[in-house]
Every structure is written in structure tokens, then in C-alpha cells.
């Protein structure tokens, strides 16, 4: 999985402000949307006969129409000063742009260490332990039965935000092999459940994977088009 570069980007919890993405989650330092830079304009010098100031400026329009022409390859050589536009916020699978001067700061293919806590949006996750062998589980429906095994994962769910939040199981993937694993729709396993600011639960999630099957690690998500972080299992 591939992080995207640090910056600004629309916050997804509200378009209509800016975010800043730390090159490994969404930080609480927002920003509204600033007006573009105006154009440098040549302005003729005093004292210059009239034929003259009509060459500079048929020169300057010239040279405005050519830096135009030119800005994306300037922004991309040089960084832009002014204050960060709208763009679309990439998605955290995606690679930084070429050229960029930002770059994340820690490999986003190398999973958080074993029971670190990790954020993606407005919760925090950090893995209690896991379970695995189980081909049959009573669910609120009637026994549900694996087409593999089960693999569950027992978590500390916080929200870390200021508002209540619904976690969902099923936005969880775990990860074998670099292949992904969607979780198993139980109503007993954390299907969808409110959280309030600055409290957490203890819920599972649990997978249906080929027997003998060994999980690297489990991605977690705030919501499911958060960018996700992942932890080793």
C-alpha cells in the first residue's frame, strides 16, 4: 500500500474547508480555501515614449501567455508559495505526484508495528490479540459457516474526534499474502455500532480464510473511503 505525499487536500468530513494529510493520516489542522495568486504584470516605466510602452506591453502579454502555458511545470519544479487550491485528495493507495517536493515520512508499504495503536480519520485502533480455527459461529441469525476457517481479531476501537461516529466491521480488510480479505457480515461482530467522542469500545472483526492461511497484518478504516492504516498482525 502506497501513501499519498503530505499536504493539503478537501477534508472528507467537510468540502468545504482544506485538511492536512501528514503523509500517514488526516492531522486536526484545517485551512479555508485561499483565492489564487494574482498574475505578475510588467508595468511600463515613466518617461518612455508611446511606442515604446506599447512594445513592452505586446511583450508582456506575451510573456504572461507563456507562463501559463508553463505554470503546471513551474509548480511542479518549484512548489507554489500561495496558499493551497482546491484538489482532489488522492486516494492512500495512490503514488505522490512527480516532482513533488513533499515525500511521506516513513515507507507506507511497512505496516505499524504489532499492537501499536493506529488512526485513520476519527478513530483510533490498536489489535487486543486474535483468534483463528473456528469453521462455525452462532450468529444472531442461526450458526454461520465457514467456506475456510475463521480468523478473528479482537480491537480497541476510540473515537478521537468531536462527534459520534459509526464503526463498522466490515470496512476492515485483512491482509495475507498481499491480498485483501473482507470481513464476514456477522451481526455479533461489530456490524455497526455509535461511538461517542472521546470514548471506545472492544469489538472484533473476523475473516473467512483459506485453512493453514497466515495474516501479515489487518487495515483498518475510519469509514469506507478513509485511506486506512495498517498494522502488523
Known sequence: MTQPAAGWYPDPSD???????????????????GPPAPAAQTAPKPGMSRGLKVGLAAG?????????????????????????????????????????DLRPAKD????????????????????????RGATSIDDAF????????????????????????????????LIINGNEYEATSLLDNGWMEDINPGLGIDTQVTFDIPKGAVPTA???HDSMFSGGATVAL
Open 60 to 100: 508582456a502579454v506575451l510573456l504572461v501567455g507563456v507562463g501559463l502555458l508553463n505554470s503546471g511545470d513551474a509548480e511542479k519544479a518549484t512548489g507554489s508559495t500561495s496558499a493551497p487550491s482546491a484538489q482532489a485528495a488522492p486516494s492512500p493507495r495512490s503514488s505522490p505526484s512527480a516532482g513533488s
Open 108 to 131: 507506507p508499504d511497512v505496516p505499524a508495528p504489532a499492537g501499536s495503536a493506529v488512526r485513520d480519520g476519527k478513530f483510533e485502533f490498536q489489535v487486543l490479540g486474535v483468534e
Open 15 to 33: 468540502p468545504s474547508r482544506q485538511r492536512y494529510f501528514d503523509g500517514t493520516a488526516w492531522t486536526d489542522n484545517y485551512a479555508p480555501f
Open 218 to 220: 489487518i487495515e483498518f
Open 142 to 173: 442461526g450458526p454461520e459457516i465457514a467456506k475456510g476457517e475463521f480468523f478473528t481479531v479482537r480491537i480497541r476501537v476510540t473515537n478521537v474526534g468531536d462527534d459520534a461516529r459509526s464503526f463498522s466491521a466490515t470496512n476492515q480488510k
